[in-house]
Structure formats: structure tokens, C-alpha cells
């Protein structure tokens, strides 16, 4: 695939949607679990997840600042969490999560890890119940946690890493797939690598730009190749993307003659 068909395609896009303003979230550390919790999740389910979060003071929110006094612990998403924590609260008092980051300041982000580090995987997953398979995407939210707490402290350090360790480290953390460390890499980190998803690999796949037994690695190289290494180009297009998709091409009755990419098709 050319460089001029891609740029064709990026240009169409931008003209008919405009600029998405991703990655939705206020901090790296909100971007970085929005990634682990998106695959296979419709987004509006992984801001429940993320609200439920920063209702408990485990993701830095602005409503900390507008309500000083509130004591943010009192309003769990559900009555089970609470009941969880009571009874994890014995084995983990030395780094008990409300003790670090409630009370009447906006919680940082290193607070806030701290206190996801420090909350047993049960508690964690009760928070994320709104996305599927939320069981296992706490234990991939803990194990990446864990690893950015314990082996740097911070997760500005994990994520200043060279791209290139970065990468390898975070696809080295057991269930983090390609998608989800080029997610936090581009969108946390603010690095140049080019995300590839399902839609992606539907779109241009249709538009015989790309044949459909592409692997993932395959396709991000055929973008990197032809495209500038721009992070905002590579958030833009990839953002342009997911719109296209989820409004145009579905998998199921997809919506060809509306599409701003119709006549690309071969």
C-alpha cells in the first residue's frame, strides 16, 4: 500500500468527522487503564468502570476538588465493594487506599497508584464490573499496576522509558496484547507508534488496501512505513478510524453508500 492511499484515506476522514480529541481522559494513568479495559468493551461500559474509580479516589478526578468535604469512600458503586474492602482492610491497613488519596484534595496520580497497587484484585474487580470479562481485566489491570509500583515507583518513569524497552515491558506484563501497550504508549506516553485494532483491519481489508489475512505487526508496519512518525498524526488516524468504524463500516450491515470512503472501493 502506497503512501498516497493511506494519506487519501486520512484526508477524507478528517474532513468528514474532524478532529476526535482522543484518547478520552484527563491523566495517563486514566489513559492507561481505559486502554487495558477497552478491549472488547464498548467504551460507554468502560467509563462506568473509570467513574466508579474515580468515585473511590483510585483515578484522579476533578469532583475531589469541587466537593472538598465529601468523603468520596461513602459512595461506592455498589454495596458488595464496600463489603469487600471491609473485610480486606485487615491485611492491608499498612497501605490501606483510602488512607493515601481520600480526603479534602484533588488525588494525584501517584496517590492514586499507590492505592490501586495496594487494593486486593477481588475489590478491584468489583469497581470494573460494568466491561466484560471484568474478572480478568482486573487481573490484567493488577498485573499492570504491580509492575509500574514496584519496579519504578511511578508511572511517568515506566512511561519514559526508550520505546522500545517501553514496549517490550509492557507486553512482558501477563495480558497485555500488542493493541493495549501501543494504546498506552501512544496515548499515555505520547510516542509514535501507530495503534492497529479490528477495525483497522476491517476497513482496509474491504477497500482491498490490505489483504485480509494481515497480521497485526504486518499492518502497523505498513503505516509506519508510509506514514511520517507524528504521534498526532498517528491519534488522529487511528481515532478517524474507530469513528469510521463503529458509525460506517460494521461488521454486520455495514453502511456503504453513507460512508465518507465510499469511493475507494474497489
Not at 476538588?65 to 499498612?94: F, L, M
Not at 494525584?108 to 495496594?118: M, P, R
Not at 480478568?136 to 514496584?150: C, E, G, P, S, T
Not at 512482558?172 to 510516542?191: N, Q, R, V
Request: with cysteine.
Amino acid at each position: 500500500m502506497s503512501f498516497h492511499p493511506l494519506r487519501e484515506v486520512y484526508e477524507k476522514l478528517m474532513i468528514f468527522f474532524g478532529s476526535q480529541n482522543w484518547w478520552p481522559g484527563e491523566t495517563p494513568l486514566e489513559i492507561t487503564v481505559g486502554a487495558v479495559l477497552t478491549q472488547n468493551t464498548a467504551w460507554v461500559n468502560v467509563e462506568r468502570a473509570i467513574n466508579n474509580l474515580k468515585t473511590a479516589g483510585l483515578l484522579p478526578s476533578p469532583a475531589t476538588v469541587a466537593n472538598p468535604d465529601q468523603r468520596t469512600g461513602d459512595q461506592g458503586p455498589q454495596t458488595e465493594i464496600r463489603s469487600q474492602e471491609s473485610k480486606d482492610r485487615a491485611h492491608s491497613s499498612s497501605l490501606d487506599p483510602r488512607s493515601s488519596v481520600f480526603g479534602p484534595r484533588f488525588p494525584d496520580e501517584q496517590s492514586c497508584l499507590i492505592a490501586l497497587a495496594a487494593l486486593p484484585r477481588a475489590s478491584l474487580a468489583a469497581y470494573l464490573r460494568p466491561v466484560g470479562y471484568y474478572n480478568v481485566k482486573a487481573q490484567r489491570l493488577h498485573n499492570l499496576i504491580h509492575h509500574v509500583h514496584y519496579e519504578y515507583g511511578n508511572l511517568a518513569d515506566f512511561l519514559a522509558l526508550p520505546a522500545s524497552k517501553l514496549r517490550r515491558e509492557l507486553l512482558g506484563i501477563k495480558g497485555i496484547g500488542p493493541e493495549t501497550a501501543d494504546s498506552i504508549m501512544l496515548y499515555a506516553a505520547g510516542l509514535a507508534i501507530f495503534v492497529v485494532d479490528g477495525y483497522t483491519h476491517r476497513i482496509f481489508s474491504r477497500h482491498q488496501l490490505l489483504p485480509e489475512d494481515t497480521d497485526y505487526h504486518s499492518i502497523q508496519a505498513i503505516f509506519t512505513d508510509a506514514l511520517p512518525a507524528d504521534p498526532q498524526l498517528y491519534n488522529e488516524y487511528h481515532a478517524l478510524i474507530v469513528k469510521t468504524g463503529k458509525e460506517f463500516c460494521r461488521k454486520i450491515k455495514p453502511r456503504c453508500s453513507d460512508c465518507p470512503l465510499r469511493d475507494l472501493l474497489r
